[in-house]
Nanobody, 124 residues
Framework: QLQLEESGGGSVQTGGSLRLSCTSSGGTFDHYAIGWFRQAPGKEREGVAFISPSATGSHYANSVRGRFTISRDNAREMVYLQMASLKPEDTATYYC?????????????????WGKGTLVTVSS
């Protein structure tokens, strides 16, 4: 059973940067595509960035493209989300999630394993 744990959340001002990390245990990490999702209070969970098992493919939600970068280190079984030029609307709890295949559809219901989330707060 793959287990995921996020870290790196915190409070930052508009225009600032944060790097989120997702650590993995209990599974063959490089068999899984990983996605970062976020959920703001009162809103649905949405996909932010997604990376293939071998890191040869990645894609982003329109709202974060050009500001966020997803990467992974399979040797360390970690995935990162580098966030820059943060805006108040980026405020949310961020989750990493995994599934065994990579595609352009990363709806939350297609993911098999989830972390518990880390809170990001961007103040104006």
């Amino acid at each position: 059973q793959l287990q995921l744990e996020e870290s790196g959340g915190g409070s930052v001002q508009t225009g600032g940067s944060l790097r989120l990390s997702c650590t993995s245990s209990g599974g063959t990490f490089d068999h899984y595509a990983i996605g970062w999702f976020r959920q703001a209070p009162g809103k649905e969970r949405e996909g932010v960035a997604f990376i293939s098992p071998s890191a040869t493919g990645s894609h982003y939600a329109n709202s974060v493209r050009g500001r966020f970068t997803i990467s992974r280190d399979n040797a360390r079984e970690m995935v990162y989300l580098q966030m820059a030029s943060l805006k108040p609307e980026d405020t949310a709890t961020y989750y990493c999630a995994a599934r065994t295949y990579y595609s352009l559809n990363y709806a939350p219901e297609t993911m098999n394993f989830w972390g518990k989330g880390t809170l990001v707060t961007v103040s104006s």
